[in-house]
């Protein structure tokens, strides 16, 4: 896992040395000559939950997005998703499976070269996840080992639940080869609302990740790629 | 400014997307409640009475649950897989043990309580009831035995459930 990481980490900064690397001679602008930037559609898939699940035979999920550029700076973003993941604690194993939708926008903090059209960006979005999660087993916790431990391979599943977050995202994204993007991003998650089972609690929620007890913050990141399908120039 | 914070968001998604476990059940979370029985003089029904030498044995166990001592008050656990247990109470325990004292069959009803993710779950018992099960008369020495309190819960362990004179 902390491989996965390491090579996830290793690509991001790859990715933000170009973008530094072409910010440090950025300072001189007496070129007057206009020179007009693409719009377009750009849609892409995550390429970090496709690679989880051939590796993890506990997990599963894919993650479709697209973005839209707006403004000069400003991108409507929509990620779609479905994810299964089981957890094995201490005591429990339960198996979270369902589908999200993120959608908000990003504003490029990044000032380009002429001609280049990366992103260092932050962004906003409000994600909701319909999910069931099985409780799959667990044992009755008792303070005093008299008896033989109570486990309980129940397998009950709870359908019909759901959650409601908001997200701040922030992250690059490269033009690695003329409209094909790389794109790394952080997220830092906060539920606003959800539907837990009763007697139970959402352990792990698609889109938003696992959950902490006492709190209402996730975390998460992406690692996909994308394609822009320019529709005009301004 | 910016790849600083990128620094610390990697810091904070690193620290709580690993795989090791950083929930623990902790002591203090009230688990699986015990049954919890005070021991009363039978000729001055006010006050407490230690049982002398006590020992405790539960189901088909037989290993007193606590050393041999002198107590007033017992709390025991029941089991979460059924809807009852026997115990058995022997006083004056000594090192030869009998297995002749005073046995009881609990019966129960039971309701499984999520705690959280470390915990897992604890069991909850209602509707306590007692039936004595002592096989012969001359193993009897408790005179007496009342259920104050017939659930078993977390709210329910500062007071005994159960007195029993004797």
Request: net charge negative; with cysteine.
């Amino acid at each position: 896992m902390s491989r996965i990481f390491a090579s996830i980490i290793s690509l991001f900064l790859l990715a933000a040395g170009t973008v530094a690397a072409q910010e440090a001679s950025d300072s001189v602008q007496t070129d007057t000559i206009s020179y007009a930037e693409k719009y377009g559609l750009r849609v892409g898939a995550d390429l970090s939950k496709p690679f989880r699940t051939l590796i993890d035979d506990d997990y599963s999920g894919f993650e479709i997005m697209a973005d839209y550029r707006l403004t000069k700076k400003i991108y409507l973003a929509i990620e779609l998703g479905n994810e299964q993941c089981t957890t094995f604690d201490d005591n429990l194993t339960s198996k979270g499976s369902g589908n999200y939708v993120k959608i908000g926008a990003d504003y490029n903090m990044h000032k380009n070269w002429v001609g280049l059209n990366n992103m260092i960006f932050m962004g906003l979005r409000y994600g909701f996840s319909t999910f069931s999660q099985d409780l799959i087993d667990y044992t009755i916790n008792t303070q005093e080992p008299v008896f033989p431990v109570d486990f309980r391979p129940e397998n009950i599943t709870y359908n019909g639940l759901n959650a409601q977050w908001v997200e701040l995202i922030v992250g690059v994204k490269t033009e690695i080869a003329t409209n094909l993007f790389l794109s790394l991003n952080l997220q830092l998650k906060r539920r606003v609302s959800e539907k837990a089972p009763d007697n139970f609690e959402n352990l792990y929620i698609p889109g938003f990740n696992r959950t902490y007890e006492n709190s209402s913050i996730g975390a998460g990141f992406g690692y996909g790629i994308s394609y822009l399908i320019p529709l005009f120039k301004k | 400014m910016l790849k600083k914070s990128v620094f610390i968001l990697i810091g904070i998604i690193l620290l709580t997307t690993n795989c090791t476990r950083d929930d623990i059940c902790t002591e203090e979370t009230p688990k699986t409640p015990l049954l919890i029985i005070k021991f009363y003089d039978k000729d001055n029904v006010q006050f407490t009475k230690a049982v002398e030498n006590l020992a405790v044995f539960a189901d088909t166990i037989s290993v007193s649950l606590f050393p041999v001592s002198t107590t007033d008050s017992i709390a025991i656990p029941l089991k979460t897989n059924e809807n009852w247990t026997d115990y058995l109470f022997l006083k004056n325990a000594n090192d030869t043990l009998t297995f002749l004292g005073e046995s009881f069959r609990f019966d129960y009803e039971r309701s499984d309580e999520y705690i959280n993710r470390a915990c897992a779950f604890r069991t909850n018992f209602f509707n306590l009831t007692e039936e004595r099960t002592t096989p012969s008369p001359d193993f009897e020495w408790i005179d007496n035995i009342v259920i104050r309190t017939d659930s078993i819960t977390p709210q329910t362990q500062n007071e005994p459930h159960i007195r029993i004179y004797h």
